[in-house]
């Protein structure tokens, strides 16, 4: 069975902060792959990122970045100088042989 | 290109009601997805479809969900007759290829049901 652990229910930080989203996964399979969603509260899912189990280079785009550390069964996404517009629920989610498996989500809130 | 389409955007029934909720996936898509999710939560997945055939239903509760993708484009949830416990919002997200691929999900903006 999948599983991912997302242990941050909510996280606070003050704007122009950085801030790291934690993501613990589990799974047997031995090619999965690993995504970011964003969900503002307009209720839709964005999609940020996937990473494939055989390539642990992290990835940088503008502000975010991830980072795979299969031996640690971590991918942990980093928002560098956060804006109020990051504020929303964050998802990782994991995906292997077969279906999506979310985690619970942090909420992200960045105040002014 | 068009984002996945959901109507209607919110509903408030009372329980026994039945209900109904739309999706239209991005064009071209071949796999459609019908997600629950549960106030703070992550989502859930009910049922996919690939074209018009389903590939996996093994959460959907079948005495009171059922859906259908007739022409493998859009589709319908329906939920009858509906309980408290179905309060949720309902995501349908559509793939460009099925499982085993690098497929990415993308998700339209859901219907909130409120369920008295």
């Known amino acids: 069975a999948q599983k991912v652990t997302q242990a941050q229910t909510e996280i606070s930080v003050v704007e122009k902060e950085d801030v790291t989203l934690d993501c613990v996964y589990e799974t047997r399979d031995t090619t999965y792959y690993l995504f970011w969603y964003k969900q503002p509260p307009s209720g839709e899912l964005v999609f940020l990122i996937r990473r494939n189990s055989f390539d642990e280079q992290n990835e940088i785009s503008g502000r975010y970045s991830w980072n795979f550390q299969k031996s640690t069964s971590s991918f942990n996404f980093t928002i560098t100088a956060s804006q109020v517009v990051d504020s929303a629920v964050y998802f990782c989610?994991?995906?292997?042989?077969?279906?999506?498996?979310f985690g619970k989500g942090t909420m992200l809130l960045v105040s002014p | 290109e068009a984002g996945v389409a959901q109507s209607p955007r919110y509903k408030i029934i009372e329980k026994r009601q039945s209900v109904a909720f739309w999706c239209n996936p991005i064009?071209?898509?071949?796999?459609l997805y019908w997600y629950q999710q549960i106030l703070g939560q992550g989502p859930k997945l009910l049922i996919q479809?690939?074209?018009?055939?389903?590939?996996?239903d093994s959460q959907l509760p079948k005495d009171r969900f059922s859906a259908e993708r007739l022409k493998g484009v859009d589709s319908t949830l329906k939920i009858q007759p509906a309980k408290l416990e179905d309060s949720a919002v309902y995501l349908c997200?559509?793939?460009?290829?099925?499982?085993?691929?690098?497929?990415?999900?993308?998700f339209g903006p859901g219907t909130r049901l409120l369920v008295l």
């Open positions: 479809f690939q074209n018009n055939g389903v590939v996996d």
């Open positions: 064009s071209g898509h071949a796999t």
């Open positions: 989610a994991l995906r292997g042989y077969s279906t999506l498996t």
């Open positions: 997200a559509s793939s460009s290829v099925g499982q085993g691929d690098q497929e990415t999900q993308y």
